[in-house]
């Protein structure tokens, strides 16, 4: 049975066809996404579903700076 951090990081990253398997690059790559995810559902400022504001983060580089300094105080 799957918990539902690791569902959402499978939906909306698709985890599981992930192909790295030298050394470290999964975990570190698991670590980045966890950080993503976290980064997006904390932010209260755009009412849009995770996937969305991951979405705005990708293509906009303001947006991306704001979720750093929200969640970073950067």
Do not use: P, Y
Request: proline letters at 0%; glycine letters at 2%.
């Amino acid at each position: 049975m799957e918990n539902s951090l690791h569902w959402r990081l499978d939906v909306i990253f698709q985890e599981d066809r992930c192909r790295a398997r030298t050394r470290f690059a999964a975990a570190n790559l698991a670590a980045w996404r966890k950080l993503a995810l976290n980064a997006a559902r904390a932010d209260q400022s755009v009412k849009d579903a995770v996937k969305g504001k991951l979405f705005r983060a990708a293509i906009s580089d303001d947006f991306r700076l704001h979720l750093l300094r929200v969640n970073f105080g950067a």
